[in-house]
């Protein structure tokens, strides 16, 4: 099972970024995907989870109207469109699969490698 996120990068305060996550070898319809991120010194947390038909997403509440998770089964790519980014968005973005929803890192099954991004003020 592989997990690869791209799409990281540096950008102003304000900007957009989109991450994408392609998922290879796991019967990706079967999974609810995830993004969580993690910032020096800090817990990784949750961020947005997407349930197997896309039909439903799950967000924190520091990034409700600001960032968006979809996801495209035909290709195996789940995606996190980040808009109206803030210095409080630095971190290490991963993506995640599991089998159920959760909010907790440890319930996850697999997972990226993680991509950087930068906000900068």
């Known amino acids: 099972v592989q997990l690869q996120a791209s799409g990281g990068g540096l950008v102003q305060a304000g900007g957009s970024l989109r991450l994408s996550c392609a998922g290879s070898?796991?019967?990706?319809?079967?999974?609810?995907m995830a993004w969580f991120r993690q910032a020096p010194g800090k817990e990784r947390e949750f961020v947005a989870a997407?349930?197997?038909?896309?039909?439903?997403?799950y967000y924190a509440d520091s990034v409700k109207g600001r960032l968006t998770i979809s996801r495209d089964n035909a290709k195996n790519l789940v995606y996190l469109q980040m808009n109206s980014l803030k210095p409080e968005d630095t971190a290490v973005y991963y993506c995640?699969?599991?089998?159920?929803?959760?909010?907790?890192?440890?319930?996850?099954?697999?997972w990226g490698q993680g991509t950087q991004v930068t906000v900068s003020s």
């Open positions: 995640a699969a599991s089998s159920f929803f959760s909010k907790r890192y440890g319930e996850y099954d697999y």
């Open positions: 070898g796991l019967s990706f319809i079967t999974y609810y």
């Open positions: 997407i349930n197997r038909s896309g039909g439903t997403a």
